[in-house]
């Protein structure tokens, strides 16, 4: 396209609209937008007013081309793609003025959808930044979940043990003769439980009987049956980085739940309705939490494993169910159904000790800072308040953590890649690259995972295939069986099975189930079935054909509903390898199969990708 300015200043300059790394539907829709915007009766007349309009048309043509999922043609353009190329020249000097000028041209291109083009009309003026929240390295999040673990541990035994001496002096097990202090305490702890305070003088400030702080002090004796501040901190860090829900979610957990299990397994489990209140008519949510322990924060050492004892401190269930139970009794006195129930020394405002419901931010903070938390060297910690600072760190110890919640969960996220009560796209666009600050580096990020996963497609072996003509052939002579068996690394009999579809696993036939490179010889394999797309001993027969269109097809809708990254490790290889199997069957073959899909072969890809059909 030709550009002859009107002001007689510059030069004439062809454009060519055929170098852009689009489709050629886009080519020309972004080659009449700027005819449009630089035609005789256009706003655009000069030379260099032209050339900012193709620079940020070809730039933002070079980010389109670099997505996983370019766009085909002008309905498939969206507001989404045009601010990731806003983020990608974030630190660019006027670049809202650049984002201006590039809307101008894109609600000129022909065909494209009301909404985006109602969105190209609206103002783009910076949104105010949101802080930034630093997440927690994978070694600082299990120092972390440890120390917690560690106190909900020392919790459980102080109030079991307090428990067992309050009703054996209830049932007269204790003799004050034989050992008096014993049953001076059991006698304490019965107070205790009937009146949440200790024996007191009636005079003066009201202080604790002397016997009463001979044997310990207000707070040790309260909490040996109820929980403390600190505990409470450490039941709120572990349920947070076991489930990476909201910090308002977990603080306001309900203690009522429902045992699908029947508390009879095999997976103890059990569902509770949390609360969101952000996500309006979609704010209750029923999360399930199982007896299965989460794979980041479960540590190697089985060791460490068996400390837990009879409790469960590494899955969400066993962590919720402790808590359940030890903050019972001041649940009770409460008459309150939140799940957190504790005694504090002081509700600050005057309000004095007592029993609690309501978690806040600096407890949670206090709770850091009477741990050893060191940060990682590589990282930098957030610093601590003056007023939160307690004494002058030396400058060659290690800066130590300051724990959130928010970062907690924010760490959960990116260690798991996926969404937890928000979207795929607000996992992605809010928390993950909000987290990394630089689009640029996740995106390289993701090229590499995709690239290393079709290296592996090329390098594994392909999924041999038996051809139509071959199938035709030895149901139509059967004396050929051998011979095509043969070829294929079969003998006749296993070949009739496949064939009759008696062997059929998911999108291929196994041949021999025994003595797969995924199990010990002689042991039935139970190895995912997608993994049989590479698997020496399967065979794709023409019926399998349908099947795997479906799951190709379904594997790459799922770009849309996953995070880039959590797409590109679990799917870009089967992806690769299922385009070869298609590309080897035909354009014609693939059409044909795909009109053949059927809803009950639908419904089976869909159990087998969320992984309902797996063994192990």
């Keep these: 396209m030709r550009f002859v300015p009107e002001d007689g200043k510059g030069e004439t300059k062809d454009y060519d609209f055929t170098t852009l790394p689009v489709t050629r539907a886009l080519q020309e829709g972004f080659a009449r937008a700027f005819a449009a915007r630089t035609g005789s009766a256009a706003g655009l007349r000069a030379a260099s007013s032209a050339e900012r309009a193709w620079s940020h048309l070809s730039s933002f043509a070079e ?28 630190d660019r000097v006027g670049v809202l003025k650049e984002l ?19 969105e190209m009309t609206q103002s783009h003026r910076r949104p105010k930044p949101k802080p930034t929240t630093n997440i927690y390295s994978r070694d600082e999040f299990r120092r972390i979940l440890t120390a917690a673990r560690f106190d909900v541990r020392r919790a459980a035994a102080r109030i079991r043990a307090g428990r067992d001496l309050l009703g054996r002096w209830r049932s007269g097990e204790l003799d004050p003769k034989r050992d008096r202090r014993e049953w001076r305490w059991g006698s304490l702890l019965d107070y205790v439980d009937r009146h949440i305070d200790l024996p007191r003088y009636t005079t003066g400030r009201r202080n604790p009987l002397d016997w009463v702080r001979q044997l310990g002090t207000v707070a040790d004796h309260l909490t040996c049956l109820h929980l403390g501040t600190d505990d409470v901190a450490a039941f709120a860090v572990l349920l947070t980085g076991l489930t990476g829900e909201n910090p308002s979610t977990i603080a306001n957990a309900p203690a009522a739940h429902h045992r699908p299990d029947g508390y009879a397994g095999p997976i103890a489990s059990a569902i509770v309705e ?40 590494h899955s969400a269930f066993g962590i919720y169910l402790l808590l359940h139970d030890l903050a019972d009794p001041a649940r009770r006195r409460l008459d309150s159904d939140r799940l957190f129930a504790w005694w504090a020394g002081t509700g600050g405002s005057g309000v004095g000790a007592g029993l609690r419901t309501k978690l806040h931010s600096d407890i949670i903070k206090r709770w850091a800072q009477g741990r050893d938390l060191p940060a990682d060297p590589s990282t930098t910690a957030p610093a601590p308040k003056p007023d939160e600072q307690h004494s002058v ?12 919640l928010e970062r907690l ?23 993950l690259l909000g987290e990394r600050g630089n689009l640029t580096e996740y995106q390289q990020l993701v090229a590499d995972v995709l690239e290393q996963e079709a290296r592996k497609a090329h390098t594994r072996s392909a999924l041999r295939v038996l051809s139509p003509a071959e199938v ?145």
């Excluded at 996983?68 to 983020?87: C, F, Y």
């Excluded at 760190?393 to 959130?404: F, G, K, M, R």
């Excluded at 023409?542 to 490790?569: C, E």
Aim: charged letters at 25%; hydrophobic letters at 40%.
């Design 274 to 313: 949390l609360d969101k209140p952000r996500r309006q008519s979609r704010r209750h949510m029923d999360v399930v939490l199982a007896d299965l322990p989460d794979w980041v924060a479960t540590p190697a050492d089985e060791e460490l494993l068996a400390e837990d004892g009879e409790d469960d401190l």
């Design 393 to 404: 760190q030396d400058e060659d110890s290690p800066a130590q953590l300051t724990v959130t």
């Design 472 to 616: 035709e052939q030895v149901r139509a002579a059967p004396d050929k069986a051998a011979e095509v068996a043969e070829r294929h690394g079969l003998d006749s009999a296993t070949l009739r099975r496949m064939l009759a579809g008696e062997l059929d696993t998911v999108m291929a036939a196994c041949g021999d189930n025994t003595n797969s490179p995924h199990s010990p010889p002689g042991i039935p394999c139970r190895a995912s079935f997608m993994l049989c797309l590479s698997c020496p001993n399967a065979r794709a027969l023409p019926h399998h054909l349908p099947v795997q269109v479906a799951v190709h097809d379904a594997v790459l809708a799922k770009q849309d509903a996953m995070a880039p990254l959590r797409w590109a490790q679990r799917f870009a290889l089967p992806h690769a390898q299922l385009a070869d199997l298609l590309e080897r069957a035909g354009q014609t073959a693939v059409a044909d199969a795909r009109r053949a899909i059927t809803a009950d072969q639908h419904e089976s890809v869909e159990r087998f990708l969320n992984r309902e059909l797996d063994l192990s």
């Design 100 to 118: 201006g000028d590039l809307k101008r041209s894109l609600r000129k291109i022909p065909g494209i959808s009301a909404e985006f083009a109602a």
């Design 409 to 431: 969960r924010r760490t959960y996220l990116e260690l798991h890649q996926k969404p937890t009560a928000h979207t795929t796209r607000t996992l992605a666009n809010t928390y």
């Design 63 to 90: 980010y389109l081309s670099g997505l996983m999922r370019s766009p085909q043609s002008a309905t498939d353009l969206t507001s989404v793609q045009v601010q990731g190329w806003l983020q990608q020249r974030s």
